[in-house]
DNA sequence: GTACTGATACTCT
DNA sequence: GAGTATCAGTACT
């Protein structure tokens, strides 16, 4: 079994503990069965040189979780419809945080196919609304920690070559090359 | 195959 | 009251 990051690991740059984040596993247990997946595909937010970033201009009850210790879910919802999931970052008062956008299922892809209500594997969670539909994410895992519990980021030993690219569906900072994904997976969101 | 549009509800001004 | 770190479906070529 492999081990659980400690919070140490993302008491560091958002940039650093983004690109660290690729490979590693995303695990979930649900009262329905576990589901697992590899992180293919994450983008980094945060500092106050960051227009893009929710945390750019002031704290507000929605972002103050991106102040608080690393280690922490910030689930954000948008658009109406979807959650976003992301980890908090960086030592505790300075905002930011990296936003989970595109996961490899490897366990549980009979239940995300249940209910993603589709049959193709690489549509289950390569994007950010898609994989917390697939992983049962809600507000209610908004400030709950990353390092215990039943929502887990897991260690995992491969080194996967990184593409570092600009972010996506932003308007302000869009031109950053925050993005970064695993070199030619299948899963990634977009190429 | 690609391009465009509407859905939808929560949060801050 | 407006904007939003998106997705899926429809309408094309």
Not at 19 to 46: A, F, H, N, P, Q
Not at 76 to 83: Q, S
Not at 116 to 131: E, F, V
Request: charged share 25%; proline share 7%.
């Amino acid at each position: 079994m492999n081990k659980i990051l400690p919070q140490q690991f993302y008491e560091r740059d958002p940039k650093i503990v983004a690109r660290e984040l690729l490979g590693k596993i995303l695990w979930r247990k649900t009262d329905r069965g576990i589901i697992s997946g590899m992180i293919v595909e994450t983008e980094s937010y945060g500092g106050t040189d960051d227009p893009a970033s929710h945390a750019y201009k002031k704290i507000t009850p929605r972002n103050k979780v991106m102040f608080g210790p690393p280690g922490l879910a910030y689930v954000y919802f948008c658009y109406g419809m979807y959650y976003l999931f992301n980890i908090v970052t960086g030592k505790n008062g300075i905002p930011s945080a990296v936003l989970i956008r595109a996961i490899q299922p490897i366990e549980g892809i009979d239940l995300m196919k249940k209910v993603r209500h589709t049959s193709h594997i690489k549509d289950l969670a390569n994007g950010p609304g898609k994989l917390t539909r697939a992983f049962f994410i809600d507000r209610s895992f908004n400030a709950k920690p990353v390092f215990s519990g039943y929502l887990l980021v897991k260690d995992n030993p491969i080194k996967p070559d990184i593409v570092r690219k600009k972010r996506i569906g932003i308007k302000l900072g869009a031109d950053k090359l925050l993005r970064f994904y695993i070199k030619s997976n299948p899963y990634v969101s977009l190429p």
